[in-house]
Nanobody, 117 residues
């Protein structure tokens, strides 16, 4: 059974930075594609960034140049470093794991990020 636990959210001023972490509990972290998604009030959940087991990443246009996703396969952890944050980045950020073999998905409980002065 896979469990994902996010941390690192909080309140930050516009232009500030935050680093989110997601710890994967379970077997074979390297057999999962990891991602960060977010959901703002009244909006649908959207992909922010994802990263494969080999480190290849992709980003939503809104995240390019400001966010960096990374993973530490030795620590079973995926990170999202966010900089130049904007009020429109305010959302609950969710960690996601998708198994390469079965496509089964797992979600964390989410961590709130609020960008406000």
């Amino acid at each position: 059974q896979v469990q994902l636990v996010e941390s690192g959210g909080g309140l930050v001023q516009p232009g500030g930075s935050l680093k989110l972490s997601c710890v994967f509990s379970g077997r074979s972290f390297n057999l999962y594609k990891m991602g960060w998604h977010r959901q703002a009030p009244g909006k649908e959940r959207e992909l922010v960034a994802s990263i494969g087991s080999g480190g290849i990443s992709n980003y939503a246009d809104s995240a390019k140049g400001r966010f960096t996703i990374s993973r530490d396969n030795a620590k079973n952890t995926v990170y999202l470093e966010m900089s130049s944050l904007k009020p429109e980045d305010t959302a609950v950020y969710y960690c996601n794991a998708v198994a390469y073999l079965s496509a089964r998905e797992y979600w964390g409980q989410g961590t709130q990020v609020t960008v406000s002065s």
